[in-house]
Structure formats: C-alpha cells, structure tokens
C-alpha cells in the first residue's frame, strides 16, 4: 500500500499537468472560435522596473495559458477557421538575472508546462513584422486602448498599446481590433476546475473571518484584526488577498473601500470587514460586520437587520434562469422601505437634488445610503464579468456575490447641494442621521451555480444571535491549517 501510495504522489503532477492542459487548451480553441481568421496576440504582465517588486499575471492571459512568468505573449493563428498553430513567447534563461528573480522555465520549460511550443520572447518583434508585411489582421488581448494615430487615443500608452503603436507605423494598414471583451465573455462562465478553486478561495477566506470574530473588542486597532486575516489566509494555502483588506470601525465602516486599517477601535463601534482570500489566482470576497463590544446596540441591530433582509430578498431571486437584475431590484426594495421606516428617507421613491441648477437633477434619496451594487461577478479578480452580465440571466457556472449595504456617514447632510428642497429634506431627517450616525454596514456573501442550483458557499455566522454568540464565546486559539489543501495543491506545478 505504502509503494502504491508513493507511485499516486510521484504521478500526480504528470496527471494534474495533464489535466491543466487540457483545460486551457480548452479556453483557447473556444476563444478562437470567437475571432476571425488572423493572428491573435494575447500579452502576459509585465516585470515591475524593480525586480523585487511582487509580479501577478494579468488575469486574461493566466486564463488561456496558466503561465505566470512576465513579459510572455501567446500567438495563435488562425486560417480557413480554424486555429492552425500556437506559440508562446517567454523570457530565455538566464542564470545572472535569475539570481535575482528566481528561475525561469525558460523556452523548453514552457512547453512541458503548457503543452504550446516556446520561442524566446526576444524574437515576438521579428515574428509580429512578418506576420503585419503579409498583411494578416491583428486581434489582441491585453492592457491596449486606441491606436496611437486616432485623436482620441490617451496620452499615455501601457507597454501593450506601445507593440501596436510601433507596428502600426511601419505597417499603417494594418487591422488591429482588441478582442479583450470576448475572453471576459468566456471568463464569464466557470469551468468545474474553477469553481472547485473558487470554492477553496471562499473556505480559506471564510476561516479568516471565523478566526477574526471571536477576538475583536474594543481598544485593539484595525490592523491587529487585518494582520490575523491575512495569516490564516496564507497559513491555510492562499495566494495572497485578493484584494486590500478591508477593516473599518466606526466613522471607517462608512466608507466603502476604506483600507488604511489604522484606527483604534471604540466600545461603540461596529466594525465592517470586508475581506477575501486568492487561491491559485481565483478570488473570494467576504463581508460581515460585528458590533466592538460583542452586543448589537438597538440602532446598529435596527441597521444591521433591515440589510439582513435586504439580503434574503436578494438570495430568493438568486435562482437558475432567473434575471440576475431582480436580485438587486428586491434588495433595493426593501432597503428604501426600511430607510422609510428609520426616518433616513421621506418615502421609498423619494428624491433629493443632486446637481443644483435653474433645473436641479433628482436623484433617489436611498443613494445617500446605499450607493453601490447588490453584487459583482467574481473569478481571476475580485470584480469581474459574470456570464449574466451578458446574458442577463443566472446559469450554470456562475460565481457571484450578494453584498447590500447601508452606510450612514456623520456629515452626509452637508454634502448635498444647498437648494431650497434640500434643506427641507435635511430638516426632517437629521434627527434620524444623528441617531444613526457612523454607522455602516455590509453583509456579503459569495454563490456559484451549477445544475443543480445555486448554491450559498461563504457559510460565516450572520444572524444577529449568531455574531453575539460567536464573540461571547471568544476565541479558543488558531484552528489547525488545512493540511489536505496545503498539501495537495502544493503538489501542481
């Protein structure tokens, strides 16, 4: 058994490689199937100018290549319909520059890895020249805007837009049409590869917040609880966050994006976490907020549960065929009734003016505490192109989130423009502002679809009796790692 054991571990590289190929070859051949006849350029990140410096690969390229080395660029060309060839251009070994930036798989390495013949990467400008004088059109996919001779093009061109700024010249009519939109398309739908990583992005994502929870109270700073998420991601087997960490108490809690994570946290703070784990490239986004002193008070509890609700009215609509947009039109929904309610705005369909003038433009007062979506796709970044971006409808492979908010900031009555209406709405809800003030919060979860429905995957505490059992409970130490992922997915080359 032991030898048996011993052989399964020595071929799962091989198999797991194997595996890869197959599906990205895959991603490849349905992109191609996208584009006309031609050459398709698809370019890699570039290295930082300091080499020590973190690189992460642009996601569109990881997602046709699973190459994560920089300066790479994939070529394919198709003729007649069909893809006749592939190549992958990479940087040449080079012991004394890998001295510096750890070894390179070089252009035999590449082709073990992908299964795509390798050239240098030295040799894409001779190869794109030769391609452009036959007069073959260009697709590509990479950080290019509009070509350098049209008026409208930005000033600054990325080192993508400047190959085809360079060929453009030289070849002035030449075709070069950005395909970046079809393999987002494609990114769009999750393959069972992806969702079993996206999967192990929220798990690890999930056990950050678990471990966070229990220990908060007041007087710790946000960067304490910032510092325990981040390890228990990479402990458990995490890339590193998906993104910047989000730990805002008190005024913090209101402002969406807030990262600095440097506060001190007060007995009569809630405190909003919004957090998420990379695994092997895929993201998953978390948020719960939790009261500093372990007990909601009865205005954070008034908050916390009407954007609870908000959530369920978003999740039953959360259904396979159903419009994605009916998620965020019930949670909007229940969201300004709410608001009504708590006196933060005069009727559920009520306007203030957001732009003064002869004619003041309106604008729904529910923007003023909830001003950002019910949810975004997520995959090989934290926000991206779900497939019902496109086709308006949830389907098998999606991966998503459902994330309403209500965000009350202390001076957001002074930021409305002075007009005659405005001050009468502030008027009738100040009372109501002062009461609520400071705070914000945002529950969000993450959701993948398959055949057979669509499934809640985030499983933190949520309830209101659930977060105050959890931090009355408090912490009994760092759980264990999860060996078996750690393990298992060190394994892929």
């Known amino acids: 058994m032991i030898r048996r054991l011993s052989l399964v571990v020595l071929l799962l590289p091989s198999v797991l490689r194997a595996q890869a190929q197959t599906e990205y070859a895959t991603r490849r051949l349905e992109l191609g199937a996208k584009i006309p006849d031609g050459a398709l350029v698809v370019l890699g990140g570039h290295e930082p100018a300091q080499d020590y410096l973190s690189f ?11 190459f994560k080395e920089p300066d790479a660029a994939l070529l394919m060309i198709k003729q007649a319909g069909a893809v006749r060839s592939s190549t992958m251009f990479v940087n040449p070994r080079q012991p004394s520059r890998e001295v510096w930036t750890g070894a390179r798989l070089g252009v035999p390495g590449v082709g073990t890895l992908t ?31 509009r070509a350098a001779d049209d008026q409208a093009a930005p000033v600054i061109r990325t080192p993508d837009d400047q190959i085809f700024d360079r060929l453009k010249r030289k070849f002035p009519s030449i075709k070069i049409t950005t395909v970046n939109d079809a393999v987002e398309q494609l990114r769009g739908r ?7 990583l996206i999967r192990n992005a929220v798990d690890i994502t999930s056990r950050g917040m678990k471990e966070v929870i229990p220990i908060i ?5 946000e960067f304490e609880l910032q510092a325990l998420i981040e390890y228990t991601f990479r402990r458990n087997g995490a890339d590193r966050p998906s993104f910047s960490t989000i730990v805002g108490s008190g005024p913090n809690s209101t402002t969406l994006h807030y990262n600095v994570d440097d506060r001190f946290i007060g007995a009569n703070d809630v405190v909003v976490m919004d957090i998420g784990a990379s695994f092997k490239g895929y993201a998953a986004d978390i948020t719960r907020t939790v009261p500093a002193n372990g007990v909601f008070s009865l205005e954070q509890r008034a908050v916390y549960q009407l954007v609870r609700e908000a959530q369920k009215a978003a999740e039953r609509q959360a259904r396979l065929g159903n419009v994605a947009r009916l998620m965020s039109d019930s949670a909007s929904a229940v969201l300004a009734a709410g608001l009504t309610r708590l006196g933060l705005i005069e009727s559920p369909n009520a306007t203030y003016d957001c732009a003064a003038g ?35 409808r949830i389907q098998p492979g999606s991966a998503f989130t459902i994330e309403p908010g209500v965000y009350v900031r202390e001076h957001v009555l002074d930021e409305i423009p002075d ?8 008027a009738r809800v100040r009372n109501a502002v002062a009461l609520y003030r400071n705070i914000g919060v945002r529950i969000e979860d993450d959701y993948i679809a398959t055949t057979q429905g ?31 992922r750690v393990e298992k997915y060190r394994l892929i080359p």
């Open 56 to 66: 992460e690969q642009t996601p569109s390229f990881f997602y046709l290549t699973g």
């Open 217 to 221: 109270k007041p007087g710790l700073n």
């Open 358 to 392: 002869p004619q003041p433009r309106q604008c729904s007062q529910l923007q003023l505490f909830y001003m950002h979506g019910i949810g975004h796709g997520i995959g090989l970044a934290v926000h991206v192109p779900d497939q019902y971006y496109f086709t308006g």
């Open 419 to 426: 007009t005659p209406r405005n001050r009468e709405y502030a």
């Open 454 to 484: 669509v499934e809640w995957v985030s499983q933190v505490p949520r309830e209101i009796n659930e977060i105050e059992e959890m931090m009355k409970k408090g912490s009994a130490g760092i759980a264990a790692r999860d060996e078996f």
């Open 115 to 145: 299964g795509i013949r390798g050239r240098s990467a030295l040799e894409l400008t001779k190869v794109l020249d030769s391609l452009a004088g036959t007069g073959m059109p260009f697709s590509v996919v990479g950080e290019v805007a």
């Open 190 to 196: 999750k393959s069972a590869a992806e969702l079993v």
